[in-house]
């Protein structure tokens, strides 16, 4: 994963020039994946079916490793005795759930109907990406653009306490009760709040307990130097192979899809895009106006901006069918959202010239 800088307030070039060679070419890498995705699930017969023969819930087996192998690293760098300084810091708690369960769900509704006005299954699926909030790849997007990896597992989890309570609620809010009051079309949305927090515990509940695991087992064996110093650059790359290996499987998996309705994933992409770089931004520009210095701002955005699409993804396919243009939509999300973030880690890591002033250098 990205090195973070000797002295605080070194320009990005110089966050650059510590990065290994595949955090450097990460977006080659990506390009590639999803390349090498996108191809083998359109000359390979078979290979999307035989990919989604084995699941957890209504999640391939082989995604579902990807996210477990992509998240673990990260948490594992998780320094767990420094959560107290997170959880005493109610600016950036309250300002992450405003923007993720007020703020996020109502934009990506607003988004849908603005853009999606003639395309009602289309336009519920990403309802539904907006209702789901990052728990996995937003720690990924965080360590990269050198975010506050404490805060951010830290939003991760109250992300997760928030989707079990909310996400019912809201789907039926924003798909039948708001379209009611506005006299807008009406969909129904039935999903267990049991099986939600499934997925919560297999996502998020296995790599915590790992990462957390491993530390202090590391750490009371050999000691926090060599835990961060030996141990942690050892198993950082993995997050990566996870990540990149994550993508080929569901280029994969909708390749043929992707290749075959081209008009459709591009309607479905804009929408995606504005809310993408929106949520973004918006988090940028609150994290700087509330005085959070760089690390947490960026957390903030990145939290912000991401989306849990192994819930979306399922609850589309549990609800509407594999083959609805719900479920479409639900794939199109990550498909989106991959390249939009990582180009924002760039943007970020050149935002953080703007945090030199205040920024005092990070252990």
């Known amino acids: 994963m990205a090195a973070e800088p000797a002295q605080a307030g070194a320009p990005p070039a110089h966050v650059f020039g510590a990065l290994s060679r595949l955090d450097r070419f990460l977006p080659v890498w990506i390009i590639a994946a999803m390349g090498v995705g996108l191809l083998l699930g359109r000359l390979v017969p078979g290979l999307d079916a035989a990919l989604d023969a084995v699941k957890i819930g ?192 569901l280029f994969a998996l909708q390749g043929h899809t992707i290749t075959s309705q081209p008009a459709d994933v591009a309607r479905i992409a804009l929408p995606l895009l504005a809310y993408f770089a929106l949520m973004w931004g918006g988090g940028f520009l609150t994290g700087k106006a509330i005085g959070l210095p760089y690390d947490r701002t960026t957390t903030l955005a990145f939290t912000a901006a991401g989306n849990n699409f192994e819930l979306a993804i399922a609850v589309a396919v549990g609800v509407f069918g594999v083959t609805s243009g719900q479920a479409l939509a639900g794939v199109v999300g990550p498909l989106i959202e991959v390249p939009v973030l990582v180009a924002l880690v760039y943007v970020s890591l050149a935002g953080r010239r703007l945090f030199i002033a205040k920024e005092p250098a990070r252990a």
Request: hydrophobic content about 60%; glycine content about 8%.
């Open 58 to 249: 209504e999640i391939s087996l082989p995604i579902a490793l990807g996210l477990l192998l992509m998240m673990y690293p990260v948490l594992a760098k998780v320094r767990y005795d420094r959560l107290g300084t997170v959880t005493g810091d109610r600016r950036l708690l309250i300002a992450s759930l405003v923007l993720n369960w007020a703020l996020g769900p109502a934009l990506m509704f607003a988004l849908a109907w603005l853009l999606l006005p003639d395309l009602p299954e289309y336009r519920t699926g990403l309802i539904i990406v907006g209702l789901a909030r990052c728990i996995a790849m937003v720690l990924i997007w965080n360590d990269l653009a050198c975010g506050d990896r404490e805060a951010a597992a830290v939003l991760v989890a109250l992300n997760s306490v928030f989707q079990v309570i909310a996400f019912g609620a809201l789907g039926w809010f924003y798909l039948r009760v708001l379209p009611g009051w506005l006299s807008l079309p009406e969909s129904a949305l039935a999903v267990s709040a049991w099986d939600i927090a499934f997925y919560v515990l297999v996502f998020l509940g296995i790599p915590l307990l790992a990462g957390y695991a491993s530390r202090k087992l590391g750490e009371r064996a050999r000691g926090r130097t060599w835990y961060e110093q030996r141990f942690l650059p050892r198993i950082g790359p993995i997050a990566l192979y996870g990540l990149l290996f994550t993508i080929v499987i």
